[in-house]
């Protein structure tokens, strides 16, 4: 069985066509590499002994993903393929919309005419908008988000449940990621972000290895037990499994479905820094500031339903992910 997996060069994408080789798939990676490396495809082959097909392609430009369909007899799709920033995405709204919403419906047409009915969506939590009550469940409300980011999850999602609507055969399954941390265990694939790092883990690595002076923990006043903010982080290859389990969920043909990928377990920023502290030995000096713009409290999943439907659910603690971002942010100080 055949894969195309968008953005597959990415953090998460590199990660799922792992998993998926290790369980007998075949990968297809179209990526433009805006925000990835073509050294990851090797760096794949090195971890399962087997190099997936690779095109750099973006899925904006309709004839070269045509190309890719023409060449390719793809049995499902798992679309990562996206912008991710969300301060980015507040100063750049347009190429957000653009490159989130035209790839999006270029592949729904290109499935269409190439008889490709699967379909897995990374989306997020962000569509919950801000949480009225945690843990957060599937049934909850999707709100409006807050950035052009989240909003082009809300508006992805919608274009898939009509989409399902219109075509019966369409299977799609939309994914409400959580907080993704950690990196594959040999330190050869991982979190490679752009300049200083907005999200935690990236940035506690880079102070563990001394790029950065010390951690800025952003606000101890939160109405939780030590004050800071408190997320439900998942290992990434936790996350990468729950989409081989998503896989094989629409192959029995079930429409559209949706499911949290998270852990149940929400942890504060502190209790991160002490995690760390304990699964690596090293000290990660912090300052507390203000909060930021748009944070909230707490945020994490109920994920009964992807246990109950999928079989699947998060097995590694943030012990395993600590240790796992640290080992490849050792392995790569400066990026792949
Ligand atoms: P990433 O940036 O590492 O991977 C995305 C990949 O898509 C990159 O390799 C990039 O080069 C590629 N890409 C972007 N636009 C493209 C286009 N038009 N054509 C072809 N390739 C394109 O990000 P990630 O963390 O691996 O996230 C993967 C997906 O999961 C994204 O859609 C993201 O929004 C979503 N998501 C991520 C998180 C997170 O915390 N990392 C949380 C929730 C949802
Ligand atoms: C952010 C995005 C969210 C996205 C998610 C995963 C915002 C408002 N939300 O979520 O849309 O899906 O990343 O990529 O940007 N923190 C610090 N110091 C830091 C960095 C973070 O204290 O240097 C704190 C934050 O205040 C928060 C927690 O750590 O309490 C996690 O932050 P982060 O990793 O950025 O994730 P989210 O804010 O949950």
Redesign the pocket.
């Known amino acids: 069985m055949r894969i195309l997996v968008t953005g597959g060069t990415g953090f998460i994408g590199s990660e799922t066509v792992v998993e998926l080789i290790k369980n007998g798939y075949e990968a297809v990676i179209v990526d433009n590499l805006s925000n990835s490396k073509e050294a990851v495809v090797d760096r794949i082959e090195t971890i399962t002994g087997v190099k997936p097909v690779f095109y750099q392609a973006d899925c904006c430009d309709y004839a070269a993903f045509e190309e890719v369909f023409k060449k390719e007899k793809i049995d499902a799709v798992i679309h990562f393929a996206g912008l ?1 920033a ?2 980015e995405s507040v100063h750049k709204p347009v190429e957000y919309y653009s490159n989130n919403l035209i790839s999006t419906c270029n592949l729904l047409k290109l499935m269409k005419k190439y008889g490709v009915h699967n379909i897995v969506f990374s989306s ?3 569509v919950y908008g801000v949480p009225k009550h945690v843990p957060l469940y599937e049934t909850d409300p999707v709100e409006s988000a807050t950035n052009p ?2 909003e082009t999850k809300v508006m992805i999602e919608r274009i898939l449940e009509d989409a399902c609507k219109a075509d019966k055969e369409l299977n799609a399954a939309l994914l409400r990621y959580f ?2 941390i950690g990196a594959h265990p040999s330190g050869l694939l991982g979190e490679d972000p752009n300049g200083i790092p ?4 990236p ?1 506690i690595t880079q102070v563990a290895i001394g790029k950065l002076d010390h ?5 101890d006043t939160y109405p939780t037990p030590d004050g ?2 408190i ?1 439900d982080y998942i290992h990434v290859v936790d996350l990468a499994k729950g989409h081989v389990a998503t896989i094989k969920k629409l192959l029995s043909n079930p429409g559209l479905v949706v499911y949290n990928l998270g852990t149940g377990k929400g942890t504060s ?1 502190l209790e991160m820094v002490k995690a760390f502290e304990e699964a690596t030995g090293v000290h990660i000096p912090y300052t507390i500031e203000g909060i ?1 713009a ?2 909230v409290a707490e ?1 994490y999943a109920n994920c009964d339903k992807a246990y109950k439907e999928l079989g699947w659910k998060a097995e590694l603690t943030v012990l395993d992910a600590c240790r796992d971002a640290y080992n490849f942010q050792k392995k790569n100080p400066n990026g792949i």
């Open positions: 991710k969300v301060g997020s939590a962000t980011y989240g907080n993704p907005n999200n935690l883990m940035y951690l800025r923990v952003y606000g800071t903010g997320r920023v930021r748009g944070d945020n």
